[in-house]
């Protein structure tokens, strides 16, 4: 099988999973562990090791007999990834029109075991100043607007049990220091309508904060500006990020409102925790 140049050497366990998967992939009906070896000329010692693995794992399956197929697992991947690409496709024109309304940075991001997983941005050509973490980077959800515009999205037991398996991190001086302090402001954020960040989570960086939720009701994501403090009016660019959150969570087929953003929906905390949990809501 043809593989893309790479300046590093591939690790040869890790490509022979991947020719393995890739066979299957191509044969609905599988393949026994006899017939992998054959295809991939793989030693059939090794191709017995690396099939059971990759069924213990659900990566593949067997069919009743000496067949394997792909697993449910690696389809439940292909959905994680699938609605991440269609979340970002459907929240970045809001976003735009959000960094044309304000000339603020604009944020998309997910939850992913724990902490935020930023997926987009968009920066503005108006202001020379950037207020925009690497979009690779994770940080804790109980720190910036969009992880706690998340929390906030779920009931105050929830938001117990998430902190019980994240802790709280000091990440700045300002960050909040407890979940009795948290809770109060989480509990303001759903007064105000959107979650503010002052410095809690980059030093110099305040933002402000809104959940976004998919066709079940549970927020699968948040979007955010961030600027300096020259800048923040979160009383105007609150209101704006809130109805933007609104707008794409409508596209991603939720039927609520502003007056309905954070109201709890049960599973919603798994996703905080978990985002290979999010397939549950497709069920």
Not at 51 to 76: F, I, K, M, N, P
Request: hydrophobic share 40%.
């Amino acid at each position: 099988m043809a593989r893309r140049p790479s300046d590093a050497s591939p690790v040869k366990s890790a490509d022979r999973t991947l020719d393995i998967l890739e066979l299957l992939a191509g044969e609905p009906r599988g393949l026994t562990i006899s017939e992998i070896s054959i295809r991939l000329s793989f030693a059939r010692s090794s191709t017995h090791g690396l099939v059971h693995t990759l069924e213990s794992r659900g990566y593949l399956s067997q069919d009743g007999g000496r067949r394997y197929q792909l697993g449910a697992r690696l389809v439940q991947l292909g959905l994680n990834a699938g609605d991440r690409l269609e979340l970002r496709s459907v929240a970045r024109r809001s976003l735009e029109r959000l960094v044309a309304a304000t000339h603020d940075t604009a944020m998309l991001a997910v939850p992913a075991h724990g902490e935020l997983l930023y997926v987009d941005k968009v920066l503005s050509d108006a202001r020379d100043v950037r207020t925009d973490p690497r979009v690779t980077s994770r940080v804790p959800l109980h720190c910036s607007s969009l992880g706690k515009a998340l929390l906030a999205a779920v009931d105050d037991a929830s938001v117990t049990r998430v902190l019980g398996a994240t802790g709280i991190q000091g990440v700045t001086p300002f960050t909040i220091p407890d979940a009795r302090h948290l809770l109060t402001d989480l509990a303001q954020t759903r007064r105000r309508g959107y979650s503010v960040d002052q410095q809690e989570s980059i030093v110099g960086v305040f933002c402000v904060g809104a959940p976004v939720r998919d066709h079940t009701g549970r927020s699968v994501a948040a979007i955010s500006l961030s600027t300096i403090k020259d800048f923040y009016t979160p009383e105007k660019t609150g209101p704006l990020v809130a109805a933007a959150a609104v707008e794409v969570s409508h596209a991603m087929g939720w039927k609520g409102d502003r007056s309905t953003m954070f109201k709890p929906v049960a599973g919603s905390e798994l996703l905080l925790l978990d985002s290979s949990n999010r397939d549950g809501a497709r069920h």
